[in-house]
């Protein structure tokens, strides 16, 4: 079930993508790992005493936000809530401890806060409303693309690894930054190259799943993916 709700936000949340330097990186709008910690924790620490009151997956276009019946139990506030572990479900902490879905018991609010802040964003902000409890994420807006420092290395694709020419990554540059969609001609006369060598060079980057072409004959396009 938590892969399944962690598919569900990154089905629905934005990936940019951008080329620096000879490398294609693929930008995530919000760092997966803080936002599966917070599902773990809804699972671990809601109330099933409280029927038909399920947990919740909003996501906004600034923000997601989680929350999960029950509230803090007593003794916990937002205050004191870091590093403290108290839970109204023992069974379903331990089995996650097993499972390895949850690392050490109490870390979670931590957890969460680094993650984003080492992702270059806020910290999620943790809110008790009623008898329940809500993290929310926020995301970086418009400025998706300045993510681009603190993206991992397993969202980063060198280009010259790919055995792309000049052209090749010069090309993928235009269409990834700028949004362009270039044709057969148009590529013939950015690089001042033949049609043969234009056709080769497109269909290789459509091999190595860069580009997709859309249309056929003359009216062929090539768009980043």
Same mark, same amino acid.
């Given at each position: 079930?938590?892969?399944?709700?962690?598919?569900?936000f990154?089905?629905?949340?934005?990936? !940019?993508n951008?080329?620096v330097?000879?490398?294609?990186?693929?930008i995530?709008?919000?760092?997966?790992?803080?936002?599966?910690?917070a599902?773990?924790? !809804?699972?671990?620490h809601?109330?099933?005493?409280?029927?038909?009151?399920?947990?919740?997956?909003?996501?906004?276009?600034?923000?997601?936000?989680?929350?999960?019946?029950? &509230?803090?139990?007593?003794?916990?506030s937002?205050?004191?809530?870091? &590093?403290?572990?108290?839970?109204?479900?023992?069974?379903?902490c331990?089995?996650?401890?097993e499972?390895?879905?949850?690392?050490r018991?109490?870390?979670?609010?931590?957890k969460?806060?680094?993650?984003?802040?080492?992702?270059?964003?806020?910290?999620?902000?943790f809110?008790?409303?009623?008898?329940?409890f809500?993290v929310?994420?926020?995301? #970086? &807006?418009?400025?998706?693309?300045?993510?681009?420092?603190?993206? #991992?290395?397993?969202?980063?694709?060198?280009?010259?690894?790919?055995?792309?020419?000049?052209?090749?990554?010069?090309?993928?540059?235009?269409?990834?930054?700028?949004?362009?969609?270039?044709?057969?001609?148009?590529?013939?006369?950015?690089?001042?190259?033949?049609r043969?060598? !234009?056709?080769?060079?497109?269909?290789n980057?459509?091999?190595?799943?860069?580009?997709v072409?859309i249309g056929?004959?003359?009216?062929?396009?090539?768009?980043?993916?």
């Amino acid at each position: 079930m938590i892969d399944e709700v962690e598919s569900f936000f990154r089905r629905n949340t934005r990936i !940019a993508n951008k080329i620096v330097e000879f490398k294609r990186i693929n930008i995530p709008e919000y760092p997966y790992e803080a936002i599966r910690e917070a599902i773990i924790n !809804a699972i671990a620490h809601r109330d099933y005493n409280r029927r038909g009151a399920p947990i919740m997956f909003s996501i906004f276009d600034d923000r997601i936000e989680i929350s999960n019946p029950g &509230g803090l139990i007593s003794g916990l506030s937002l205050d004191n809530i870091e &590093g403290k572990h108290e839970t109204r479900n023992k069974k379903i902490c331990e089995i996650f401890s097993e499972t390895k879905d949850m690392e050490r018991f109490g870390t979670g609010i931590t957890k969460m806060k680094e993650l984003m802040l080492d992702y270059g964003l806020k910290e999620p902000e943790f809110l008790e409303e009623g008898d329940v409890f809500t993290v929310k994420f926020y995301g #970086p &807006g418009d400025n998706i693309l300045d993510l681009v420092s603190n993206i #991992p290395k397993d969202r980063v694709i060198d280009l010259k690894a790919l055995s792309l020419n000049d052209r090749q990554i010069k090309a993928l540059e235009i269409m990834v930054n700028q949004e362009i969609t270039l044709t057969n001609k148009l590529y013939q006369e950015e690089f001042s190259v033949s049609r043969f060598t !234009a056709t080769r060079d497109l269909t290789n980057l459509v091999d190595k799943e860069q580009i997709v072409r859309i249309g056929k004959g003359k009216s062929t396009k090539y768009k980043a993916i």
